[in-house]
């Protein structure tokens, strides 16, 4: 299952590389891309890990971007 994000207030390109990083490494992450530019983070994960894989990312995204707030993409 692959879902999109948008990381509104990421302005930090070093920031959105260590996001990407540490969000690829939780465990059920297939993959996890941060484009800096559009501000979106793309996850592809196991579905029935995606509630935790989610709260996990908000996680890590606060202690490496305190002010960026993770929110679900309107597609």
């Given at each position: 299952?692959?879902?999109?994000?948008?990381?509104?207030?990421?302005?930090?390109?070093?920031?959105?590389?260590?996001?990407?990083?540490?969000?690829?490494?939780?465990d059920?992450?297939?993959?996890?891309?941060?484009?800096?530019?559009?501000?979106?983070?793309?996850?592809?994960?196991?579905?029935?890990?995606?509630?935790?894989?989610?709260?996990?990312?908000?996680?890590?995204?606060?202690?490496?971007?305190?002010?960026?707030?993770?929110?679900?993409?309107?597609?």
């Amino acid at each position: 299952m692959t879902k999109t994000f948008i990381l509104e207030d990421l302005d930090c390109a070093h920031c959105a590389g260590v996001i990407e990083e540490k969000i690829q490494k939780l465990d059920e992450v297939k993959s996890a891309q941060v484009n800096f530019m559009s501000r979106r983070l793309v996850i592809d994960a196991e579905e029935s890990a995606f509630d935790k894989i989610v709260k996990d990312a908000k996680k890590i995204i606060k202690k490496v971007e305190p002010d960026v707030e993770m929110v679900a993409a309107k597609l």
